[in-house]
């Protein structure tokens, strides 16, 4: 992992960096699934983001 930031431009980027960071999370044993606050600071929103697995369908990727 680099400490250089991705520009992210779309949805579609923000769903492939989330979903990298979960798979990364989930194969080191870590418990993704729950609620986690994201405090920003002054300049940014705050964000609450629950995570919840879900069954997998036939189109899962």
């Known amino acids: 992992m680099t400490s ?3 520009a992210l431009t779309s949805r579609e980027e923000l769903n492939g ?16 699934e729950g609620g986690f606050e994201c405090r920003n600071g002054a300049d940014h929103p705050d964000w609450d983001v629950i995570i919840t697995e879900v069954e ?3 189109q899962s990727e």
């Open 4 to 6: 250089e930031e991705i």
């Open 17 to 32: 960096q989330l979903k990298a960071l979960l798979r990364r999370a989930y194969e080191s044993g870590i418990d993704v």
């Open 56 to 58: 997998k369908n036939e």
